[in-house]
């Protein structure tokens, strides 16, 4: 890597060639060009499969294909037609594979094969299907309880494949489900169903038609939800107002030329999609959004006292809240010094951003990690929805919370019973349906699956999907965690660090993709079901030819360990993993809205999951949506960071070229970063005052406190367009600086964007 060319040019907009040309090289990268390419005119499509890469809504009426440049990578990166055969584990030790990069691992492809941990030669070696679940079972059954084994859910999971496992672990015995969405949405969840009696967002695709403004907090759709960019456009060429708060200048943001429109490529055009962009410090929303609120009791005070109408929807008030009166009173108690040092924003940019609000009949609130990954977040999310509650913002058309969520189906697994908390509801259902009694404790969400791991207690560990290893924090504490397991089982399609830490006894078991055709004993191919950020569930069905004859659907592999671990007395898996319809029937009878499941999957874009809230029907205690009236943090991570010689607030976030700990390339060309992923962003006056300059290598090290000595080494420094104490970094590089003690309050999730650090040069 050369030293001087990592900082680039910025693309100027988002989108445009610049995506299709990375399109094609990442398809002829893939090996595999025409498998992508045919696979790509059916994602997102009715008879197509659901796209792996993010969550996004699909259109009602959809153009010939929903072009996206970060679903291409999505596709491409599984339909490789490289593979990770078990010739490859006899050449490589784990111990020398530990020291690859992710990148390096997932480029060796797919897995073909079962494998299991041979400790004496340090190597995976190919195994039967049998073998593995057979043995997968003796120590399951082994354990002294059910709450020793630890069972993760990644978020790409189907319905149907959640589903049958979350019935194998509560027939085992146990609710320990640690889940992806414990370091991502959960704080959503949490705060929304307090608020509005559903965890859920609000809005549908459609009601970004009719907005007057849409407010896009701490999210990064250019990146992470491409397709989001088009509704975002669309609603920005019809007149709406779009409202964006984010500490860093994010390009997706700014313009964006969308490669279905063919007069505005080939005029080189694009259009801006933020007309108003504000840049708090990092974790100051809460507050940005209080002075909103600040600023909207003050124009509903000057109307009042002019004569004129109310600013507030005051019947909607009356009729459907509570708890307005102390939430303006808390309001009122806070003051302007408090909102603008710890939002980082003037008076009068709040002013200007609540003025938006004012003219808009109808408003969106949506956000991402941005808001949902700092130690308040449950206060900030239940600020947010104060805020639209005001003017009634929530249960008409155009208006609404859309909480925009991150793995493909993360929602769905949740709606179908991936559940540490699990509501009792679901458990009765599932007592009646299947005649056993589940239990009942609650179990480890993924913060106390590591603290069980670490102390001993937790002697198993499954994944269904994911990355364990490098998606949590404090990575040197994780190896340590799951290296010392009994057992670790991974169900996955290509081999990534997780893997590389095996326990006593310990499998890699390689899974069709969600491109790929899955064919039942009959050779009928089956289709999935995936629920999206707007609560629409819908079919997905494969069309490329698997990687290897030997993988086995997720619901089969699950299946095949539930028979050998609690027998098929109860549930005949044998069945559910040949026929996804029978799995679809018992889910009609267990979950609520799903009646009639077969039927209305299998017709276009599927059916809407009713959200209470968007009724105006209250799920909460009060039966009313309910304000909070909490006051701000004492001091965010900005904030003390101050009182601290060298001090800055670290966020973690995603490259364009990443899908979460999968990397596909070191590229981020939005942020103009080429070659190179140990960067640090930093505003050029920070970079200056410490007497460094661009390009410069540090070691970053953590300041939680704690005692655990964090550095992570060799990074470079970026200078960048983002508030003074603030830096941003790459994720999952940097989660060696994440403290595991460092939790979101109600919703125990890592605070991976408010990690305080400081800096030291690098040695030679
Ligand atoms: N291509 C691609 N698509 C993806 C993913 C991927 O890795 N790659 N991941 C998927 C998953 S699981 C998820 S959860 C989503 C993630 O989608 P995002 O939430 O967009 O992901 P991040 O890259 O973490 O970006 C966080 C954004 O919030 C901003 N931000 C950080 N801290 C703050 C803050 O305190 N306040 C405000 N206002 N903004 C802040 C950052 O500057 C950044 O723009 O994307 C999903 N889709
Ligand atoms: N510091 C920091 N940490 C974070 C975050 C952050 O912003 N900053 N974000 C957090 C968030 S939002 C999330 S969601 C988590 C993500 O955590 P995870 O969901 O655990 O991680 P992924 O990187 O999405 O998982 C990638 C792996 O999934 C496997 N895989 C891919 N497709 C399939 C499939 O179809 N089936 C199966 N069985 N396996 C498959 C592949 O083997 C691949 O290596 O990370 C969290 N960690
Ligand atoms: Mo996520």
Redesign the pocket.
């Known amino acids: 890597m050369t030293s001087d060319i990592f900082i680039g040019k910025k693309s100027t907009a988002a989108g445009g060639w610049g995506a299709l040309k990375s399109c094609g090289k990442k398809l002829l990268e893939s090996g595999a060009p025409l498998t992508g390419a045919r696979a790509l005119l059916k994602a997102n499509q009715p008879d197509g499969f659901d796209c792996p890469?993010?969550?996004w809504g699909d259109p009602e009426h959809g153009s010939s294909f929903e072009f996206c440049e970060?679903g291409v990578?999505?596709v491409s990166w599984e339909a490789t037609d490289k593979r990770t055969t078990p010739d490859f584990f006899l050449t490589h030790t784990v111990s020398e594979l530990r020291g690859w990069s992710d990148y390096a691992l997932e480029q060796q492809g797919r897995l073909t094969t079962p494998l299991r941990y041979d400790a004496a030669s340090d190597r995976y070696l190919a195994t039967s299907w049998d073998e593995a679940f057979t043995e997968i079972a003796a120590v399951l059954n082994a354990l002294d309880s059910p709450d020793r084994a630890e069972f993760y859910t990644s978020?790409r999971a189907s319905n149907e494949a959640a589903f049958l496992y979350q019935l194998f672990v509560r027939l085992y015995g146990t609710n320990n489900f640690p889940d992806?969405s414990n370091m991502?949405?959960e704080a959503s969840g949490v705060a929304l169903r307090q608020s509005i009696g559903v965890g859920k967002g609000t809005v549908l695709l459609e009601d970004f038609e009719k907005a007057d403004a849409i407010f896009v907090?701490?999210?990064?759709?250019g990146?992470?939800?491409?397709r989001m960019l088009g509704d975002l456009r669309r609603a920005a060429q019809r007149g709406a107002e779009i409202v964006v708060?984010?500490?860093?200048r994010?390009k997706g943001l700014e313009r964006f030329s969308d490669p279905q429109d063919k007069l505005e490529m080939l005029r080189g055009g694009s259009t801006a999609i933020a007309t108003h962009y504000f840049q708090?410090?990092?974790?100051?929303?809460m507050a940005a959004v209080r002075g909103m609120s600040k600023a909207v009791f003050a124009a509903d005070d000057a109307a009042l006292a002019a004569g004129l109408p109310s600013v507030l929807d005051r019947h909607f008030l009356e009729a459907h809240t509570t708890g307005h009166a102390e939430y303006r009173a808390a309001v009122e108690a806070t003051s302007w010094e408090e909102i603008t040092d710890q939002s980082g924003l003037s008076r009068g940019e709040i002013e200007h951003a609540a003025s938006i609000y004012l003219r808009s009949k109808s408003v969106i609130c949506t956000w991402?990690?941005?808001?949902t990954?700092?130690r308040h977040s449950v206060d900030t999310i239940r600020e947010i929805t104060n805020f639209m509650l005001l003017r009634g913002n929530i249960g008409r058309p155009g208006a609404g919370l859309c909480p925009?969520?991150?793995?493909s189906n993360?929602q769905g697994d949740r709606t179908v019973g991936i559940n540490e908390k699990p509501p009792v509801d679901l458990l009765d259902a599932l007592e009646r349906e299947f005649g056993f009694s589940p239990p009942r404790k609650n179990g480890h969400n993924v913060l106390a699956a590591i603290g069980a791991m670490l102390d001993g207690s937790a002697q198993a560990f499954i994944a269904l999907g994911g990355n364990f290893a490098r998606a949590t924090p404090d990575s040197a504490l994780i190896a340590k965690a799951l290296s010392g397991q009994r057992l670790t089982v991974n169900v996955a399609t290509k081999l990534n660090h997780s893997h590389l830490l095996p326990g006593q006894t310990s499998f890699i078991l390689p899974c069709l993709g969600r491109t790929e055709i899955d064919r039942n004993s009959k050779g009928v191919s089956q289709i999935v079901t995936v629920e999206d950020s707007m609560s629409m569930v819908h079919g997905s069905g494969g069309i490329n030819k698997p990687a290897s004859p030997l993988l086995r659907s997720e619901v089969a592999i699950v299946a095949g360990i539930a028979a050998a671990t609690v027998g098929s007395a109860k549930v005949n898996w044998a069945a559910f993993s040949d026929d996804y319809d029978l799995i679809r029937d018992c889910m009609a009878r267990v979950l609520p809205g799903f009646e009639d499941y077969n039927t209305r999957v299998r017709v276009p874009r599927g059916f809407h999951l009713r959200n209470t809230a968007a009724h105006r029907e209250w799920n909460t205690p009060a039966k009313r949506a309910t304000f909070s009236a909490c006051s701000l943090p004492d001091a965010t991570e900005h904030q003390q960071a101050r009182g601290m010689e060298g001090a800055f607030v670290l966020?973690?976030?995603?490259s364009?070229d990443?899908?979460?700990t999968?990397i596909y390339g070191m590229d981020d060309r939005y942020r103009g970063v080429y070659g190179e992923r140990q960067v640090v962003f930093i505003n050029p006056a920070d970079l200056t005052e410490m007497g460094r300059k661009s390009g410069d290598r540090v070691d970053v090290i953590g300041l939680f406190g704690d005692g655990v000595d964090r550095v992570a080494r060799d990074f470079r420094l970026v200078p960048y367009d983002i508030p003074r104490g603030c830096v941003?970094g790459y994720?999952p590089e940097l989660n060696v600086l994440v403290p595991l003690g460092s939790a979101g309050e109600g919703s125990d999730t890592p605070t991976?964007?408010?990690v305080l650090v400081a800096f030291r040069s690098s040695g030679p």
């Open positions: 890469g993010c969550a970060n990578k999505a978020g992806c991502c949405h907090i701490g999210q990064n759709p990146t992470n939800h491409p708060f984010n500490p860093i994010e708090p410090r990092l974790g100051g929303d991402a990690m941005g808001i990954q700092h925009v969520r991150g793995h993360v966020q973690t976030f995603r364009h990443q899908y979460n999968t941003a994720y991976s964007k408010s």
